[in-house]
């Protein structure tokens, strides 16, 4: 059920993909964030929550400067950088040595945390909002991971069919820039324009939407896809997070990006066991 796929990283050993998914720890530093603004700004709160996440289990960490939930005020370059560099730096010199990707959609954000050390880009505009960030991650040979967020309307007679036309623009932006399509990874992006319909819609049918064989992220924790659901607060919408974690999981997601480390990597584990058999060892 789940593709294979070999991700190079510079410098460090490659992500594998595939019946074993990955946990990506949220670190957000921003003051605003819609789930935990301001409870790790602050480099120091920061370097705190990247350690609890990788004792939880954490593969990859995924550090954020600028808050994407609606209403949200933009944040300037040098704001940004303020708030990822100098927690990029601390983190490096804890000796952390997991991946790292930053989230941004700024090409100068982007490569001054690569030259810091991240390793992958998270990029909610899909390399489509900025034509030099294609550019940077086939400069430093990085993967992107690609979401989709298309604001306008399109003539596509379904979501699925608009994601696939979405991200095929996508690929062709990062081909152009001379990135590999096999250094993309695809995020369906849960509500970023999606009603709620639409959003269990798309859990449901994970694959129709991305590019075939292409690795998925799939980022649903704490959203209001949950909250409007279960009429509930952010902070409350664990088992909530839970259920689509291990739903995308069935249906072919290979990297989870999540808030609650422990919680959700364990759900994981039990999820493959069930698809695939426990570990042989385990008897």
Request: charged fraction near 20%.
């Given at each position: ?26 670190l957000n ?14 480099v ?20 954020g ?7 949200a005020?933009?944040?300037?370059v ?39 050390g ?43 069919e ?18 590999q399509r ?18 269990y ?34 902070d ?11 739903l ?22 039990v ?13």
């Amino acid at each position: 059920m789940h593709s294979t796929h070999t991700i190079a990283l510079p410098n460090r050993s490659p992500l594998i993909l595939g019946r074993t998914a990955l946990v990506m720890g949220i670190l957000n530093v921003t003051p605003d964030s819609f789930s935990d603004g301001g409870r790790h700004a602050g480099v120091e709160l920061a370097r705190a929550h990247a350690r609890q996440m990788i004792a939880e289990g954490a593969d990859i960490l995924d550090i954020g400067g600028e808050s994407t939930r609606p209403g949200a005020a933009p944040v300037g370059v040098q704001e940004e950088l303020d708030r990822v560099m100098p927690v990029l730096d601390a983190l490096r010199a804890d000796g952390v040595d997991l991946p790292i990707s930053i989230d941004t959609y700024k090409p100068l954000v982007a490569d001054q945390a690569i030259q810091a050390g991240a390793s992958i880009i998270n990029d909610v505009h899909g390399l489509q909002g900025a034509p030099e960030m294609a550019e940077i991650a086939a400069l430093h040979k990085v993967p992107v991971i690609a979401m989709h967020w298309q604001r306008a309307a399109t003539e596509a007679a379904s979501l699925a069919e608009a994601m696939q036309a979405y991200f095929t623009d996508s690929i062709a932006i990062a081909e152009a820039a001379g990135l590999q399509r096999d250094r993309l990874i695809a995020d369906p992006g849960f509500g970023f324009g999606k009603s709620l319909a639409e959003n269990y819609a798309l859990l449901n049918d994970l694959t129709a939407a991305c590019p075939p064989g292409m690795p998925i992220l799939v980022g649903t924790s704490r959203k209001s896809m949950i909250g409007k659901l279960l009429g509930n607060q952010a902070d409350e919408r664990l088992a909530g997070t839970i259920a689509t974690t291990v739903l995308g999981y069935l249906r072919g997601g290979h990297i989870f990006r999540v808030h609650d480390v422990r919680a959700n990597r364990d759900a994981l584990r039990v999820a493959e066991a069930t698809l695939y058999g426990p570990p042989a060892q385990l008897g």
